[in-house]
């Protein structure tokens, strides 16, 4: 049997390694040296079984061309299949042309990413006008994980949160929340939105009510600009919450945002660690490692 190995990206090294740890793996720096013309040197360590790139996507323009490169260098140092687990999915949002003469880039990674991976693994991927990852990766293996089930364990495990409702801020977001809602046997209620522009995002909630003097948490699958958190933080106080919590999957805003998501009264922010970020709570770890387990045991 050949060994599968994990080969990380430069700065992932934490929830790689949380994930190596899980599944018993060796694990490889992934090098890459910058040439001042901007062009790239990337070195990977050669194996032979199942060579395995962590490496998520979020700021995606340079790691798609290094991943690229991971690919063919395991591929021609001799190992047997590549495998990408990427936690975050870059450009799956960009899924049509919003404006005359705009590119569709999530249209772009079947053929850009497909031929290099015999599989593709992510958590939450933005899937809303595709219903399975698939049809992003044409006749690739590819896995789109929910963290949902995580997210509720969490809430789950804090005492402070045993009475709380969970709140889905617009209608994308009640797959993530009713999940979270199975894993926690708590309520939850789902609102929907209008969005205007980037920041500009009006949200109703009917049953607001049901959060007065309880602790809500808004559940969704990304933050990005905080507009979506921000609104629905906001009909939850006025409607007499004792406390508002956020939980993502994805946090990609900046810390300016953050401090917007404060001042909008949310008392903490909480994300998985797919992307890099200073609200990181919940690892996927588990979760990557169980779809994983065929690789390893292959
Ligand atoms: O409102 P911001 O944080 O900018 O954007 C995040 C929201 O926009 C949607 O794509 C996500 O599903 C989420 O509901």
């Known amino acids: 049997m050949m060994a599968a190995s994990l080969h990380v990206y430069p700065g992932q090294d934490r929830p790689a390694g949380l994930l190596a740890v899980k599944l018993g793996l060796e694990t490889h720096n992934i090098n890459i040296h910058t040439f001042p013309d901007g062009e790239s040197l990337l070195r990977v360590t050669p194996v032979r079984g199942t060579a395995i790139i962590y490496a998520s996507l979020d700021h995606p323009n340079d790691k798609l061309i290094h991943i690229l490169q991971a690919a063919q260098a395991l591929r021609e140092g001799g190992a047997a299949r590549v495998v990408l687990v990427c936690p975050y ?13 705009e590119a569709v880039t999530q249209k772009l990674l079947g053929p850009l990413l497909g031929p290099s991976f015999d599989r593709i693994i992510t958590v939450d991927p933005h899937l809303h006008r595709v219903s399975s990852l698939v049809e992003v990766f044409p006749g ?153 387990t065929r690789e390893v045991s292959a």
């Open 140 to 292: 690739r293996e590819a896995d789109a994980l929910s963290a949902a089930a995580l997210i509720g364990e969490a809430v789950t495990a804090d005492d402070t949160l045993k009475d709380a409702v969970l709140v889905g801020p617009d209608g994308e977001s009640r797959q993530w929340v009713a999940a979270a809602a199975q894993a926690s046997g708590l309520e939850f209620i789902v609102a929907t939105k209008e969005r205007f522009g980037d920041r500009d995002v009006r949200v109703c909630l009917p049953d607001a009510d049901q959060a007065k003097g309880r602790p809500a948490v808004i559940i969704d699958d990304l933050i990005s600009s905080g507009a979506t958190m921000q609104a629905c933080a906001r009909l939850l106080l006025d409607a007499g919450a004792s406390r508002v919590e956020a939980m993502a999957v994805h946090a990609v805003c900046g810390e300016k945002d953050l401090g917007h998501l404060k001042d909008a009264g949310i008392a903490r922010v909480r994300s998985c660690d797919g992307i890099l970020h200073t609200t990181n709570a919940i690892s996927l770890a588990p979760l990557l490692a169980k779809a994983l």
């Open 89 to 101: 999915l870059c450009y799956m949002r960009q899924d049509k042309a919003f404006h005359e003469g």
